[in-house]
């Protein structure tokens, strides 16, 4: 079963970047779909960006033009540059399949954003 990593994370100012990277196990990674999550302090989590596994890409509304989805399947690994960064970005990032499996949940890596 594949299971994923997540690291990257860190404190950032407003307006600031973070690249976050996704390692995942598992000879079939190419074949999945994948998408970065966030869950924010009381809030529930919600997909940010995914990445299809022929390379389609798809943002929510609140980080387009700010966020870039890639995956490098060579490497098992997907990542999130994050650009412009905000506070209301502040959570902890996950990926997963997208859909996103239960089963798979990692534990994340947290993203502050604060001056």
């Known amino acids: 079963q594949v299971q994923f990593v997540e690291s990257g994370g860190g404190l950032v100012q407003p307006g600031g970047s973070l690249r976050l990277s996704c390692a995942a196990s598992?000879?079939?990674?190419?074949?999945?779909?994948m998408g970065w999550y966030r869950q924010a302090p009381g809030k529930q989590r919600e997909l940010v960006a995914g990445?299809?596994?022929?390379?389609?890409?798809n943002y929510t509304d609140s980080v387009k033009g700010r966020f870039t989805i890639s995956r490098d399947n060579a490497k098992n690994t997907v990542y999130l540059q994050m650009e412009s960064l905000k506070p209301e970005d502040t959570a902890v990032y996950y990926c997963?399949?997208?859909?996103?499996?239960?089963?798979?949940w990692g534990k994340g890596t947290l993203v502050t954003v604060s001056s």
């Open positions: 990445i299809t596994s022929g390379g389609r890409i």
């Open positions: 997963n399949s997208d859909p996103a499996r239960v089963s798979l």
């Open positions: 598992g000879r079939i990674f190419s074949f999945y779909n």
